[in-house]
């Protein structure tokens, strides 16, 4: 398999620095010592006309002096003398560089100009650009320190990725102060090329890596951004930390970097949908940093604390309240078993307290015990240092118990001097400490919060309903002719009838421009009814007298009419008035207002919310945000983070609401967000939700051009399960074979495909001799984002027991967005009879779709049969110029 585009950012075998000098405090000299003092293997080379010789290094006058190979250059120039440098580069076949320099976006138009210009010439040649404006790059593991930090970063198991170079010297610091190393520490800068994407693609899979730390101020492209984010996440922690939460810090980012910052909500909702965690302050990220580096995992959120003082006992179960981490309930046989070995006043419940004379014993027996309930997921110890007890020994009780446990055990030592010996014991025996039992708990609620965060980034919804298939053609139409009016907001009957082709539930209107016409609309909808004023150019109607309910005998429909126009006139007199819109009143006096809304956010695109509705919904603030598209869990999972959700149970003498259908209608909604890309605004308030179900009263929709590069859901941060790829072939024996995308729930059926290849065939695919598939592995290929990546499997006996994969075909883009790389394995059993090909075929086509114009793979040269399939798909071959055993072969779309 082919090495990953930032290899030679991580893993240089040679590095160049260009503008490397001796001058005392200069950037240039920092970045020359830190490269040889960190011990690089690899081959340095100082660039510099003013210098011969820099620390017992030849010192060369350009990038084209040097005679040798280049992986990685460094680049600390002034930013008006980078671009010829970059030229320099491609020319010299260099494969990634690092521009410490700053003078680029940050400091505007101009700038922006000329860092549009080095990104263009770094993509012509296919460099991969770090920076500009950043500290540089860091691996320990190499011995590559190519930044001009002065911290001494410790190896180990954390990766570090963050836009601010300033965090990172601090975050490095902090590891070294707290006992925990990193595998690797990034420096992104403006994030000019390569992003947070494909920095955190890298790590994924990266060996070294078992946690990351992501510190944000802005992100550049979405898409990629979470796709990054969800292959990373799903394979290991990831806990991210983002500035510019408020208007305030907004504005400080954006004259710090020139990065673009959407909404903080929307933010949180996209790292929760990718399985990430958030974190809000530094030192939260550090207590994060703490507990991953000590490899601890959880399989349930459910949090036991044992304790020998009453009062850290509440403080920590306070702040496992706060985080929503809920604590164990214990088992009958778990409180006999401490029953026995506690005295008679111990708490008898979480927070365990075995009082302020507990022994090493007492702490070794309670904490044997909590561990080994069913109903515990986590334990955390915290210790206050009193006369009878010796913190030391205690602890040494609870590593040795802790070291028998597949459960993560966490330690709260309070205190100084009296615990610093019983600290260094937790450190050296990678158990994670804190100082107080809130950053206990903390550390353990990033563990449970991925933990349960992984069950959202496993949903893979898909655009549409099979179902209840939506009037998509017919929707368009209706916003095509109001564009074509010009106008941005539909009408009340228009943005109906645009739910209605969704199959939303609503309360039909009919439009009157006069009061005699108001009363025979009246007559023939049946009274009583409902007037609201029809106007593009009011939004909230009730605020300006614009809506009149319960109207109950014909007479009352003149003179609401008459008040109505009168009293909306006088407080918008330059409002454009078409008349009103009448409907029949919906008596329904058990239903629960909520309201539902798309908007559409500035990175992220289209964002649904939920919450409380009616003319209340601004007073009470009750909703949260989710990014299409959804499913019946993901739209649960929404409701249920809202208070609203209480109201819609049973209450007093309230029959419980049907969540059902209000689960389909946001279901709808996120169809539309997929399907209905001009779609700016909408709000569908109040949504009426009581137990004979859902009525959609009143609606606003403000539609507008779509943006993006006007392909399929290319306005949306998270592709689509992509239902219209599915197909299904019959061989020529009769055997039915369906083939499709591959869904998440295919974890297991994959295992079994790729298990059960022979040797001969897991080495033609992987390149190397392995035995199973390692759940990290399985996880990243059952687990795509459709957009940059896409997989496609032949299944036999679908939707059975005996379902299974036959053969499976993927491709990867790659950064250029033109090419992809290829893959394709067919079980043995069934090769030889047309699988690989018609797989091939179809994703081809796909890819061809998709906009990609060439399709390479490496294949080996003693793996025949697939380079005879390549030569009849039209793929040119060649042989690999670095490895003789290896043949590229390549294939224009």
Wanted: glycine share 8%; with cysteine.
């Amino acid at each position: 398999m082919r090495k990953h585009l930032l290899h030679k950012v991580f893993e240089p075998q040679s590095v160049a620095i260009v503008g490397a000098s001796e001058r005392p405090r200069s950037v240039g000299t920092q970045l020359l010592d830190n490269i040889i003092d960190s011990g690089f293997k690899g081959e340095i080379y100082p660039v510099n006309p003013s210098y011969q010789e820099l620390r017992g290094l030849q010192c060369y006058a350009s990038i084209s002096a040097i005679d040798h190979p280049i992986d990685l250059v460094v680049i600390v120039i002034p930013a008006k003398s980078i671009p010829g440098v970059l030229h320099e580069c491609g020319e010299a076949g260099v494969g990634a560089a690092i521009i410490v320099s700053a003078g680029f976006a940050e400091i505007g138009p101009r700038g922006r100009s000329l860092q549009d210009a080095i990104v263009d010439i770094a993509r012509t040649y296919k460099i991969a650009l770090v920076g500009p404006n950043c500290l540089g790059i860091v691996r320990p593991s190499v011995g590559l320190n190519a930044s001009f930090a002065k911290n001494r970063v410790a190896a180990g198991h954390v990766a570090l990725v963050a836009q601010s170079g300033a965090f990172c010297t601090a975050m490095m610091d902090g590891g070294e102060s707290n006992g925990f190393g990193f595998s690797a520490v990034a420096s992104l800068g403006a994030t000019a090329d390569v992003g947070f994407g494909e920095v955190l693609d890298y790590l994924a899979l990266d060996s070294q890596t078992k946690s990351i730390l992501l510190y944000i101020e802005g992100v550049a492209d979405a898409r990629s951004f979470i796709s990054g984010l969800r292959i990373a996440a799903r394979i290991k922690p990831v806990i991210v930390i983002k500035s510019g939460r408020s208007e305030v810090g907004n504005r400080a980012v954006v004259s710090h970097t020139g990065a673009n910052v959407g909404r903080d909500e929307v933010f949180d909702a996209a790292i929760r949908r990718a399985g990430a965690v958030r974190v809000a302050t530094t030192s939260q990220l550090i207590a994060a940093a703490q507990t991953l580096a000590s490899g601890t995992r959880v399989g349930g959120s459910r949090l036991a604390i044992l304790t020998n003082g009453g009062g850290p006992g509440v403080m920590a179960a306070d702040r496992a309240a706060d985080l929503q981490v809920p604590l164990a309930e214990l088992s009958r046989a778990t409180v006999d078993k401490l029953s026995a070995v506690l005295p008679e006043h111990w708490s008898h419940a979480v927070p365990v307290d075995i009082l302020g004379d507990a022994s090493s014993e007492r702490y070794h027996a309670a904490a044997e015990i909590l561990l080994a309930d069913d109903n515990v997921d986590g334990l955390l110890v915290l210790l206050t240092p009193q006369a009878m007890t010796d913190p030391t020994a205690c602890a040494e009780s609870v590593i040795a118990v802790a070291r028998d446990s597949r459960k993560p055990v966490l330690a709260c030592w309070l205190g100084q001097k009296l615990v610093k010996e019983a600290r260094d014991r937790f450190a050296a025996a990678g158990i994670p400490w804190f100082a107080t039992p809130e950053a206990g708990v903390n550390g353990f609620g990033y563990l449970a919060a991925y933990h349960r965060n992984q069950d959202i980034l496993l949903q893979a919804p898909p655009p549409l309903s099979k179902t209840k298939v939506p009037d998509v053609a017919g929707a368009r139409l209706i916003i095509e002719h109001a564009m074509s009016e010009r106008r941005s907001i539909l009408g009340n009957i228009e943005a109906k009838a645009l739910l209605r082709a969704f199959q939303i539930p609503i309360s039909p209107s009919m439009h009157a421009r006069t009061a005699a016409e108001a009363l025979i609309v009246a007559e023939s909808i049946g009274l009583p009814v409902a007037m609201k004023i029809n106007s593009p150019d009011i939004y909230h109607k009730t605020e300006v007298g614009g809506v009149r309910l319960h109207i109950r005998d014909p007479h009352s429909v003149r003179e609401a009419f008459k008040e109505m126009m009168e009293e909306v006139k006088s407080r918008c007199p330059d409002a454009q008035i078409e008349g009103v819109t009448l409907e029949a009143m919906a008596e329904r006096p058990r239903a629960r207002e909520m309201m539902i809304t798309i908007t559409r956010d500035q990175i992220f695109g289209p964002v649904i919310s939920f919450g409380t509705g009616g003319t209340a919904s601004d007073v009470c603030a009750d909703r949260q945000i989710a990014l299409p598209p959804l499913n019946d869990f993901l739209a649960r999972e929404l409701i249920q983070s809202t208070r609203a959700e209480r109201m819609l149970g049973q209450f007093r003498n309230q029959p419980a609401a049907d969540i059902g259908q209000l689960v389909d209608v946001l279901k709808r909604v996120s169809e539309m967000a997929c399907e209905l890309p001009e779609l700016s605004e909408l709000e569908i308030n109040p949504l009426l939700v009581d137990e004979m179900g859902v009525l959609a009263v009143d609606a606003h929709i403000v539609v507008a051009p779509p943006p993006g590069d006007g392909e399929r859901y290319s306005h949306m941060a998270i592709h689509p399960y992509p239902p219209g790829l599915e197909t299904t072939w019959h061989l020529t024996d009769g055997t039915d074979v369906v083939v499709r995308p591959i869904r998440p729930e295919d974890a297991e059926i994959e295992r079994n495909f790729v298990d059960n290849l022979s040797d001969q065939s897991k080495y033609f695919r992987f390149m190397n001799h392995m035995n199973k598939i390692s759940s990290l592995m399985l996880a990243r290929f059952t687990q795509i984002d459709y957009d940059r990546e896409m997989a496609l499997v032949a299944v036999i006996n679908e939707h059975t027991p005996e379902a299974g994969i036959i053969g499976v075909a993927r491709y990867i883009s790659n950064p250029d967005d033109q090419s992809c790389e290829f893959a394709l394995t067919v079980a043995d059993d069934w090769q030889r009879r047309g699988i690989g090909r018609q797989l091939m075929q179809r994703l081809m086509s796909v890819a061809r779709s998709r906009g990609l114009e060439i399709m390479e793979g490496d294949v080996l040269a003693q793996n025949t049969k697939m380079l005879r399939l390549c030569t009849a798909l039209g793929f040119r071959t060649e042989h690999d110029s670095q490895d003789p055993e290896v043949v590229v072969v390549r294939q224009h779309l």
